[in-house]
């Protein structure tokens, strides 16, 4: 067993070096500029969506009020009808990248955290490279790829979104456990 305290320097470094290689393929590299599809007329939806005022949040329409609306005619008319949407509104004004990627940066750390955590409990002393790289790669694509899987099934998030970026999470994982058969403290 390895305690999580001696594993500091691995879990840091690879939060750092994630980060950088996850900027370059979110700002260099062409892999994501489809993610997103633009509205067909930008313009008359924000014209139209606009003035309606939407706190930020995450919003489904047409909304059941309960189950038994579920089943209601006038609900099933407002689906068969549409538009039918998931949607995220965000606050108005400039985006904060500095926010964003405070916060990615802190997952980063964590997801060092709970790959050293489950590695240093699950290991022997002295473990095997092999052994330290299967655990911590493992980890952590889990923490970066599980839950991208939900969005696609039950929201209809595009697949190709969902699979290029379990492809991203592939990469930092192995970076992640890389690093960490790297550093791991003999």
Known sequence: MTGIMSLWLPILVSAVVVFLVSSVVHMVMPWHKTDYARVPDEDAARAAIGPLAIPPGDYMLPRPV???DLKSEAFINKVHQGP????????NGPWSMGRNLGLWFAYLVVVGVFSAYVAGRA?????????????????????YAAALWQMSIW???AWSTTIKATVDALIYSMITGGIFLWLWPM
Not at 84 to 91: A, G, I, Q, R, S
Not at 124 to 137: A, D, K, V, W
């Open 66 to 68: 309960g189950r038994d």
């Open 84 to 91: 039918n949407l998931v949607m995220t509104v965000l606050p």
């Open 123 to 143: 290991l022997p002393q002295n473990p095997m490279g092999g052994e330290i790289l299967r655990f911590t790669s493992t980890v952590a694509f889990i923490a």
């Open 155 to 157: 929201y209809r998030r």
